[in-house]
Protein backbone atom coordinates (compact mmCIF):
# COMPACT_ATOMS: atom_id res chain seq x y z
CA UNK A 1 0.00 0.00 0.00
CA UNK A 2 1.50 3.48 -0.76
CA UNK A 3 2.26 5.28 2.00
CA UNK A 4 -0.30 9.09 2.22
CA UNK A 5 1.83 11.90 1.64
CA UNK A 6 2.34 13.87 4.63
CA UNK A 7 -0.80 16.87 5.12
CA UNK A 8 0.66 20.48 4.52
CA UNK A 9 0.04 22.07 7.80
CA UNK A 10 -2.04 24.61 8.29
CA UNK A 11 -0.84 28.22 9.13
CA UNK A 12 -1.02 29.29 12.79
CA UNK A 13 -2.61 32.16 13.84
CA UNK A 14 -1.31 34.34 16.73
CA UNK A 15 -1.76 32.41 19.98
CA UNK A 16 -2.28 29.32 18.30
CA UNK A 17 -0.26 25.43 18.26
CA UNK A 18 0.21 23.59 15.79
CA UNK A 19 -0.67 19.85 15.87
CA UNK A 20 2.09 18.94 13.25
CA UNK A 21 4.60 20.60 16.28
CA UNK A 22 3.62 18.23 18.59
CA UNK A 23 5.90 15.10 19.42
CA UNK A 24 5.84 11.37 18.40
CA UNK A 25 5.55 9.37 20.36
CA UNK A 26 3.06 11.19 22.30
CA UNK A 27 3.63 13.09 25.89
CA UNK A 28 1.42 14.19 28.77
CA UNK A 29 1.77 17.46 30.06
CA UNK A 30 0.39 18.75 33.49
CA UNK A 31 -2.50 21.97 31.98
CA UNK A 32 -4.31 24.47 33.85
CA UNK A 33 -7.01 25.50 31.25
CA UNK A 34 -10.15 25.86 33.21
CA UNK A 35 -12.12 22.45 31.26
CA UNK A 36 -15.34 22.11 31.73
CA UNK A 37 -17.56 18.74 30.91
CA UNK A 38 -21.46 18.99 30.44
CA UNK A 39 -23.50 15.51 30.38
CA UNK A 40 -27.40 15.13 30.53
CA UNK A 41 -28.03 18.66 31.63
CA UNK A 42 -25.49 18.67 35.08
CA UNK A 43 -21.70 19.51 35.00
CA UNK A 44 -19.81 16.05 35.43
CA UNK A 45 -16.62 17.34 35.31
CA UNK A 46 -14.13 20.27 36.09
CA UNK A 47 -10.96 21.26 36.64
CA UNK A 48 -7.99 23.40 36.50
CA UNK A 49 -5.19 20.41 37.28
CA UNK A 50 -5.49 18.62 33.94
CA UNK A 51 -3.13 16.36 32.26
CA UNK A 52 -2.94 16.28 28.27
CA UNK A 53 -1.59 14.41 25.73
CA UNK A 54 -0.32 15.14 22.95
CA UNK A 55 0.72 13.58 19.68
CA UNK A 56 1.97 14.75 16.11
CA UNK A 57 -1.40 15.18 13.98
CA UNK A 58 -3.94 14.81 17.01
CA UNK A 59 -5.64 17.63 19.11
CA UNK A 60 -5.12 17.30 22.75
CA UNK A 61 -6.81 14.51 24.79
CA UNK A 62 -7.69 15.48 28.12
CA UNK A 63 -7.29 13.65 31.26
CA UNK A 64 -9.48 14.58 34.85
CA UNK A 65 -8.30 14.18 37.87
CA UNK A 66 -10.91 11.64 39.80
CA UNK A 67 -11.65 13.94 42.49
CA UNK A 68 -12.45 16.82 39.85
CA UNK A 69 -15.45 13.93 38.13
CA UNK A 70 -18.75 13.06 39.32
CA UNK A 71 -17.45 9.12 39.59
CA UNK A 72 -20.86 8.25 40.58
CA UNK A 73 -21.80 8.38 36.70
CA UNK A 74 -19.53 5.51 35.92
CA UNK A 75 -19.71 2.34 35.43
CA UNK A 76 -16.51 0.35 34.17
CA UNK A 77 -17.17 -1.82 30.86
CA UNK A 78 -15.52 -5.12 29.80
CA UNK A 79 -13.39 -2.87 27.61
CA UNK A 80 -10.18 -2.79 27.46
CA UNK A 81 -7.73 -1.19 24.34
CA UNK A 82 -3.83 -0.93 24.41
CA UNK A 83 -1.51 2.21 23.28
CA UNK A 84 2.29 1.31 22.92
CA UNK A 85 3.11 4.26 25.00
CA UNK A 86 0.80 4.44 27.46
CA UNK A 87 -0.11 0.82 28.33
CA UNK A 88 -3.62 -0.78 28.83
CA UNK A 89 -7.12 1.83 29.20
CA UNK A 90 -9.62 0.45 30.81
CA UNK A 91 -13.22 2.12 29.98
CA UNK A 92 -16.27 3.28 31.75
CA UNK A 93 -19.94 3.89 30.82
CA UNK A 94 -21.49 6.62 31.84
CA UNK A 95 -25.22 6.64 32.74
CA UNK A 96 -27.06 10.14 34.32
CA UNK A 97 -31.01 9.26 34.67
CA UNK A 98 -32.01 8.21 31.13
CA UNK A 99 -29.19 8.93 29.20
CA UNK A 100 -26.25 6.51 28.69
CA UNK A 101 -22.96 6.55 26.83
CA UNK A 102 -21.39 3.25 26.37
CA UNK A 103 -17.38 2.98 26.51
CA UNK A 104 -17.21 7.08 26.77
CA UNK A 105 -14.33 7.77 29.52
CA UNK A 106 -11.12 5.67 29.72
CA UNK A 107 -8.38 5.69 32.14
CA UNK A 108 -4.81 3.92 32.51
CA UNK A 109 -4.84 2.54 36.26
CA UNK A 110 -0.80 1.36 35.41
CA UNK A 111 0.59 3.89 32.58
CA UNK A 112 3.78 3.07 31.32
CA UNK A 113 6.55 5.15 33.34
CA UNK A 114 6.52 8.07 30.49
CA UNK A 115 2.76 8.43 31.37
CA UNK A 116 2.77 8.38 35.51
CA UNK A 117 1.16 11.59 35.12
CA UNK A 118 -2.13 10.08 33.71
CA UNK A 119 -2.36 7.37 36.45
CA UNK A 120 -6.40 6.79 37.04
CA UNK A 121 -7.29 10.48 35.61
CA UNK A 122 -10.29 10.09 32.93
CA UNK A 123 -10.29 10.81 29.85
CA UNK A 124 -13.58 11.76 27.92
CA UNK A 125 -14.88 11.24 24.28
CA UNK A 126 -16.07 14.51 23.78
CA UNK A 127 -18.43 13.30 21.00
CA UNK A 128 -20.37 11.24 23.92
CA UNK A 129 -21.40 14.47 26.19
CA UNK A 130 -23.75 17.10 25.74
CA UNK A 131 -20.89 19.99 25.87
CA UNK A 132 -16.86 19.67 26.53
CA UNK A 133 -15.57 23.08 27.60
CA UNK A 134 -11.62 24.92 27.45
CA UNK A 135 -11.80 28.19 29.13
CA UNK A 136 -15.38 28.37 28.01
CA UNK A 137 -14.74 27.59 24.53
CA UNK A 138 -16.91 24.83 23.10
CA UNK A 139 -14.95 22.12 21.82
CA UNK A 140 -15.28 20.20 18.59
CA UNK A 141 -14.64 16.66 18.86
CA UNK A 142 -11.81 15.04 16.60
CA UNK A 143 -12.87 13.02 13.87
CA UNK A 144 -12.87 8.94 13.70
CA UNK A 145 -14.75 6.68 16.15
CA UNK A 146 -11.13 5.80 17.98
CA UNK A 147 -9.92 9.07 18.67
CA UNK A 148 -10.84 11.57 21.57
CA UNK A 149 -9.11 14.55 21.11
CA UNK A 150 -10.44 18.16 22.18
CA UNK A 151 -10.41 20.46 19.03
CA UNK A 152 -10.68 24.31 20.09
CA UNK A 153 -9.49 27.72 18.50
CA UNK A 154 -6.16 27.51 20.36
CA UNK A 155 -4.96 24.62 17.88
CA UNK A 156 -4.11 24.06 14.14
CA UNK A 157 -4.12 21.40 12.10
CA UNK A 158 -5.33 19.85 9.75
CA UNK A 159 -6.47 16.58 12.33
CA UNK A 160 -6.05 12.79 11.84
CA UNK A 161 -9.44 11.30 12.30
CA UNK A 162 -11.38 11.65 8.75
CA UNK A 163 -11.29 9.43 6.59
CA UNK A 164 -8.41 9.05 4.41
CA UNK A 165 -5.84 10.27 7.41
CA UNK A 166 -5.20 6.69 9.21
CA UNK A 167 -1.62 6.39 8.14
CA UNK A 168 -0.36 9.90 9.16
Given at each position: ??????????????????????????????????????????????????????????P????????????????????????????????????????????A?W??P???????????????????M???????????????????????????????????????
Amino acid sequence: MAKLAHPIPNPCLPGQESVWSFPRPSIAQPVHNHLKIIYNGHVFAETTAAVRTIETSHPPTYYFPPTDVDLSLLRESSSRSICEWKGQARYFDIQSGDKMSRNAAWAYPHPTTSFALIKDFIAFYPQAMDLCLVDGEAVVPQAGTFYGGWITSAIAGPFKGPPGTERW
